[in-house]
């Protein structure tokens, strides 16, 4: 076993006193009804807390493990991605813990500047009937730190819900006092480097939050409209020249006309100029290769303040920008008549301006890819503005070897060629944000005698104001620019710290893929610059949490599962099985609420396995096993044996990250093995006592099971734990030992016979249920097997299991064994299985029920045969109808053979 890790302090355990520290005739140790989370979740959560159980001691000896936790918006509320995270973190969290090794979760919250600025502004709107430009900076962001303070930890204490073990005592906010200066000083230092510099560019513009964003806020969705195709006058007698647009509120602030330079149609045009409708502007028209000939009429309006493609192609050809827009999207001063307007509006109004002038020629329905704020929804505008930018492709490099030099690896792996092409094509990274709540730039302008900024003395990057006079930045940095630093900023650093030196690099990130470009290539790309080594070792990306229709949960589709409701319906534990099962490595997560009932069913079979021994053990006693591993019967060598090969293949998992395959393990192991198998073999029948040697080895694997199970459902566990024996003051599972596969009784030859005995039982159960026989019901059989030093000998000696489990009370076994007539028969491995049918069914009553569904079945079968058969069908219905009618096929196909055979079986 693994060694224990002490917790920091001595607590008594809530339940203890009801089991060890009460008398006997007031507190059972028996568990009693079904397992009721309400009744211990609370409570055992209150002791490993103020235990100190999740604290990390960077000064201890052991290994560290670390996970760092992805920062939750300070607004908001835990959702099931939320949940699904946490579960999957904290499950490694008490594993590395148990394992002995000294475990840091490090949680936190993120200051999520747009986020927050925006809820309090409209709190401030609703209740007070201002905005933030009433209150003035300094006031408004005083306000948003009082909401943070009042109402920032609620997500926070949800996630406590959930069994959550991180440092809670090393909680960081983005926005703290060290962030902030880590924040401070990598700006600084970036720039030194001639890494972050400020320009003209067009930006990423979100009207509604009036602030930049970078391409990783943006989201592109497709959307109807239309394209309008435009008459552009030419100088001079020739028609004019039509232009197709999607966006005619920009022609505005056209420049020229641009045509590809062997597009036969125009090259007479090219060093011409024509006039820009509604305004009257020359225009001229160039050359340039860029330009897509089919698309449109293949000549396009140049647009530079406000397209992307525009904007290199004004710079290529020296032309002028013209910015049409106000922040807010309305139409400024350039626009002439259109001033004012919103560009919505402004776009109606120019394209009924141009249908009464006769420039409109047509107007074609069209789909485009709309790009959107992710922040806001509102439709990006590009827009160039003065910002604040990150040269990225040199701290690329060196993040990009990491992976490819296998210091980070991804599971599943195929997400390393998703952070491969993003980093190959990785853009310059706008930092400045045109907000009030964040860290703002530390950047200080001159001002003038009327304390106006004077941009013809340049400006200084300071931390502090370096001379008096001096006004600071009013944008602030973009939100992703503190938690980059995350994974070093919150252990210490620019400090060399204590918990830096033990802590970093991290050994895990835990995360969805939808910020795999927003945060953790960042995080590398920051954890190579400033620290030199990666700030993390592996990096397991999860899937993502959809309705059970793959859809997206949204407020509109109104699909959304509330986490703490299902908790509240099912328990915590039921809620962490769940997601943790069906967290498939690679794949999305298909969830309806029911699929909480498979969790809460299990914690049910754990809660009444207990009683199965535990109603026999005396209070305050501790149960020790006195038979050594020979001296046991066939089936607890088996459980013995399977619980090594448990153990070893939940290790395997573990290693590769597929949690969710090593909790189906141990699921199998609990629920079938130990219980449906081990616990009924082992049971004395009513009214007897089981023998104190038998209650010592099924307690002690139930121990094993528990410690296995308990990082995927911590409570019941725990409390299960502490009944099964009485435990020092400030014993607790969470900080046992982890079982390990050496330290195991086995022996793989037992285990193979028993095997085979349990594959015979099942044959005759299975015989039980095709004919409608009750499992209880006593029966014949008799089995063709090896002989007496062989299978057949141990069926002979084991008789009684199959008596228990199967209810055969009289047993036959031999290699000569000849199938009875009216008998059913079932291959068990290199063995056969007669079940004699006769006296145990009406022989002609289930022949007539059998025909009767066989006549049933080759009726539907043919149905589905002749709907395959029908051409119209196969070619108009969707891809998974036409299949799920070939797995009716299927289905009906083996169905009709059973059937078939059970009424051969009966001559």
């Known amino acids: 076993m693994a060694r224990p890790r002490p917790p920091r302090l001595r607590a008594s355990p809530p339940c203890l006193a009801s089991v060890s520290n009460a008398a006997p005739s007031d507190t059972p140790r028996a568990t009693r009804g079904q397992y009721d989370p309400t009744a211990i979740e609370g409570r055992w959560y209150d002791f490993w807390e103020q235990g100190g159980f999740f604290e990390a001691d960077e000064a201890s000896e052991r290994e560290p493990f670390t996970v760092m936790m992805p920062p939750p918006n300070v607004t908001g509320r835990l959702h099931i991605g939320h949940a699904l995270q946490s579960t999957i973190q904290d499950a490694l969290t008490r594993i590395a813990r148990m394992k002995g090794r000294e475990a840091l979760w490090q949680p936190g919250l993120d200051h999520a500047g747009i986020a927050t600025q925006h809820v309090v502004e409209h709190r401030l709107r609703e209740q007070e009937g201002q905005t933030r430009h009433d209150l003035g900076r300094e006031a408004f962001v005083e306000r948003v730190w009082a909401w943070k303070n009042e109402y920032g930890d609620i997500i926070t204490r949800q996630m406590r819900r959930l069994g959550v073990s991180c440092d809670w005592s090393r909680q960081r906010f983005t926005m703290d006092e060290g962030l902030t200066r880590a924040v401070q000083e990598v700006f600084v230092k970036l720039y030194d480097e001639?890494?972050?510099?400020?320009?003209?560019?067009?930006?990423?513009?979100?009207?509604?939050?009036?602030?930049?964003?970078?391409?990783?806020?943006?989201?592109?969705?497709?959307?109807?409209?239309?394209?309008?195709?435009?008459?552009?006058?030419?100088?001079?007698?020739?028609?004019?020249?039509?232009?197709?647009?999607?966006?005619?509120?920009?022609?505005?602030?056209?420049?020229?006309?641009?045509v590809h330079p062997e597009d036969e149609r125009y090259q007479h045009l090219v060093g011409r100029t024509a006039r820009l409708p509604l305004l009257g502007r020359e225009l001229p028209i160039v050359a340039d290769e860029h330009i897509d000939a089919s698309?449109?009429?293949?000549?396009?309006?140049?647009?530079?303040?406000?397209?992307?493609?525009?904007?290199?192609?004004?710079?290529?050809?020296?032309?002028?920008?013209?910015?049409?827009?106000?922040?807010?999207?309305?139409?400024?001063?350039?626009?002439?008549?259109?001033?004012?307007?919103?560009?919505?509006?402004?776009?109606?109004?120019?394209?009924?301006?141009?249908?009464?002038?006769?420039?409109?020629?047509?107007?074609?329905d069209h789909t485009a890819q709309v790009p959107v704020s992710s922040r806001s929804g509102a439709v990006i505008e590009p827009r160039i503005s003065r910002q604040w930018f990150v040269e990225m492709e040199s701290l690329a490099e060196?993040?990009?070897?990491?992976?490819?030099?296998?210091?980070?690896?991804?599971?599943?792996?195929?997400?390393?060629?998703?952070?491969?092409?993003?980093?190959?094509?990785?853009?310059?990274?706008?930092?400045?944000?045109q907000l009030w709540w964040g860290h703002r730039i530390p950047v200080w302008y001159y001002t003038d005698a009327g304390g106006e900024i004077d941009e013809s003395k340049g400006y200084e990057v300071a931390i502090e104001q370096p001379e008096a006079g001096m006004v600071q930045e009013t944008d602030v940095l973009d939100t992703w620019f503190s938690s980059w630093l995350w994974p070093f900023a919150t252990l210490g650093w620019p400090d060399e710290t204590e918990s830096l030196e033990k802590f970093y690099p991290t050994d895990v990130l835990v995360s969805g893929y939808d910020i795999l470009f927003f945060w953790i290539a960042r995080m590398v790309m920051a954890g190579e610059h400033f620290t030199g080594r990666a700030p993390f070792r592996d990096i397991f990306i999860t899937g993502m949490v959809k309705d059970e229709q793959g859809r997206w949960m949204?407020?509109?589709?109104?699909?959304?599962?509330?986490?703490?409701?299902?908790?509240d319906q099912y328990g915590a534990d039921a809620v962490r099985f769940s997601l943790t099962v069906l967290c498939a490595q690679g794949q999305d997560i298909k969830l309806a609420p029911s699929k909480f009932e498979m969790g809460r069913n299990f914690a049910n079979k754990i809660w009444n396995a207990f009683n199965v021994f535990g109603q026999f053990m005396e209070e305050d006693r501790i149960y020790e096993r006195k038979r050594d591993f020979a001296e046991l019967e066939l089936a607890e060598q088996w459980m013995l044996t399977r619980l090594r090969d448990t153990v070893d293949a939940v290790e395997d998992d573990l290693s590769r990250y597929r949690l969710n395959e090593a909790l189906q393990k141990i699921y199998h192991g609990f629920w079938s093995d130990y219980c449906d198998w081990y616990l009924e073999l082992i049971k004395p029948p009513y009214g007897e006592q089981m023998s104190e040697d038998r209650i010592a080895l099924a307690a002690w694997i139930y121990e094993r099971l528990l410690e296995l199970l308990h990082p995927f459902m911590p409570f019941v566990t725990e409390e299960l734990w502490h009944r099964l024996r009485p435990r020092a003051e400030g014993d607790a599972l969470i900080a046992a030992g982890w079982p390990e596969a050496g330290a195991l009784d086995a022996d793989a030859g037992r285990a193979a016979t028993f095997a085979a005995l349990q594959e015979m039982i099942e044959s005759i159960r299975s015989v039980k249920s095709d004919y409608g026989v009750g499992q209880g019901q006593e029966i014949a059989a008799s089995v063709r097997a090896d002989g007496a030093d062989g299978l057949a000998g141990a069926v002979r000696r084991h008789a009684d299991y199959f008596?228990?489990?199967?209810?055969?009370?009289?047993?036959?076994?031999?290699?000569?064994?000849?199938?009875?007539?009216?008998?059913?028969?079932?291959?068990?491995?290199e063995s056969e299985v007669f079940v004699p049918l006769e006296g145990m069914i009406d022989l002609d009553k289930e022949r007539e029920r059998l025909r009767s569904e066989i006549a049933d079945k080759r009726s539907f079968l043919d149905g589905v045969k002749r709907k395959l058969q029908n051409e119209q069908f196969l070619n108009k219905a969707p891809a998974e109808v036409v299949e799920r009618e070939r797995q009716k096929r299927r289905d009906a196909t083996d169905e009709l053979e059973r059937l078939r055979a059970n009424l051969d079986d009966l001559g």
Request: net charge negative; charged share 30%.
């Open 194 to 258: 001639g890494l972050i510099y400020r320009g003209d560019y067009l930006v990423n513009w979100d009207p509604e939050n009036q602030t930049a964003l970078s391409d990783e806020e943006v989201d592109n969705e497709e959307r109807d409209g239309h394209l309008w195709h435009v008459r552009y006058p030419l100088a001079g007698d020739d028609g004019p020249l039509t232009i197709a647009t999607t966006r005619p509120e920009t022609m505005l602030g056209d420049t020229a006309i641009a």
């Open 295 to 364: 698309f449109g009429t293949g000549a396009l309006k140049v647009t530079p303040a406000h397209d992307e493609s525009d904007f290199e192609i004004g710079r290529r050809h020296d032309l002028d920008s013209v910015n049409v827009m106000n922040g807010d999207g309305t139409i400024n001063e350039n626009g002439g008549p259109y001033e004012g307007l919103g560009r919505f509006a402004a776009r109606e109004q120019i394209v009924n301006d141009l249908d009464e002038e006769g420039l409109l020629e047509k107007v074609e």
């Open 398 to 433: 060196p993040a990009v070897e990491a992976v490819e030099d296998g210091e980070i690896d991804f599971y599943p792996e195929r997400w390393a060629g998703e952070y491969f092409r993003w980093m190959n094509d990785i853009r310059d990274w706008c930092i400045s944000r």
């Open 554 to 567: 949204s407020k509109s589709l109104g699909n959304g599962i509330d986490p703490l409701e299902m908790v």
């Open 803 to 829: 008596e228990k489990m199967a209810g055969v009370t009289e047993l036959a076994v031999g290699p000569d064994e000849e199938k009875p007539p009216a008998s059913a028969a079932k291959v068990a491995g």
